[in-house]
């Protein structure tokens, strides 16, 4: 019986998340669809700052020293938030919130603090300050006004959740998940090809159980901060995108590539030859 791809969507996590699912049946692709959108709204209840009794929130409100209980997805992204930020120096990190605040304006333009601002607001950041026990299940800021922000990582996370949905329950072999047209995980291939074909800027790349995601200032301006310089990045850099084996790494690298010089950037793939860097 011949597949056809069928196409969904779903509003969740402030963007568009979109699964092309090749399937011989349109009634088990819904069903299929709609388990894995189910499961990213769940996800968004957990990790997004913006709802009140997220985990993430429950972490940003508690005191200092004071032990926060979260769940698997929180516990997964701040450990693997803090082994991407270990392997870039530096350049990653989802405790970026105070700079971020004094940073930059609501409306996406630079903000001009004072040194003394900044040095502050630098102070509140950096996962030396967060103790994540895995074990426990807990997670302890020990610097006042620490703010995590799962943003650059969640929606990855969210769509390598969704993956495993789709091939453990529902015995998916061939999807191409895309959220909001930046982080896009392909596995299998669409039919009669040997992998997905995307866009990343002005080049086509073919994907085989991989993910790719970009990273730029199209839509929000001056919002990416350098957390080893405490300043915004120039927004005259291109467009950067990364090639990785899961949404979670390639999401948090484009914005790491944002951060990193191509010095930088070269040395990173020669000591991890399972990713690629893309300038648009």
Known sequence: MSREIFRFGHEAMATHFQLLLPHEDNLLANGAAQAVFNDIDQLEKELSRFVPYSDISTLNRADVNEPVQV????????MF???VWESTQGAFDVTIGPLFRLLCEPDGTPAK?????????ASKVGFQHLEIDPDAM???????????????????????????TLRNDHQITDALLN???????????????????????HEVVTLHDQALSGTGFQHKGAHIID???HRAVDVSR????????????????????????????????TNHSDVRALLS
Not at 179 to 201: C, H, I, K, Y
């Open 71 to 78: 769940q698997a997805a929180c516990m997964d992204c701040l």
């Open 81 to 83: 938030g803090k082994m």
């Open 113 to 121: 603090p004072t040194k003394a601002q900044r040095a502050e607001a």
């Open 138 to 164: 807990t997670v302890t800021k020990h610097a006042p006004g620490m703010s995590i922000d799962l943003g650059a990582i969640g929606k990855g996370y969210a769509l390598d959740q969704a993956a495993i």
């Open 179 to 201: 959220t909001g047209d930046s982080t896009v995980l392909a596995f299998g291939s669409m039919p009669g090809r040997e992998g997905w074909q995307v866009r990343a800027g």
């Open 227 to 229: 957390p080893r310089t």
């Open 238 to 269: 291109h467009l950067r995108w990364s090639i990785a084996p899961n949404a979670t790494l390639a999401d948090a690298l484009s914005t790491a590539f944002m951060v990193m010089t191509q010095k930088e950037i070269t040395a990173f793939l």
